[in-house]
């Protein structure tokens, strides 16, 4: 008897996930992926303290190359990566 493989998208792979439907005859303790999880949630506020410690920053006249110094990348980048922000 072989398997028959599917396509999924996403959300239907996400919603198996969840659901279990995934599971096999050995149970998984599914808590060991919290910290993944955590740290996603973690690293998005980060970056949403970046953001807005560069809008600050833009608005007392600090330039661009002081801004990509701080960050640890060239001035290109940090205009390319923060340029749109609300108020930059």
Known sequence: MSAVK?????DDAAAAFESGE???GTH???SA?????AAVVARSAA???VTAAVIDARSHGITWV???AALGVTHQAARQRYRG???V
């Not at 599917?6 to 996403?10: A, F, R, V, Y």
Request: aromatic share 4%; charged share 35%; net charge negative.
């Open 6 to 10: 599917t396509k999924m998208t996403d």
């Open 66 to 68: 002081e801004i990509a």
């Open 33 to 37: 992926t919290n910290p993944i999880r």
């Open 22 to 24: 995934f599971a096999t």
């Open 28 to 30: 998984r303790d599914r």
């Open 47 to 49: 970056d949403d303290a």
């Open 85 to 87: 922000s609300a108020a």
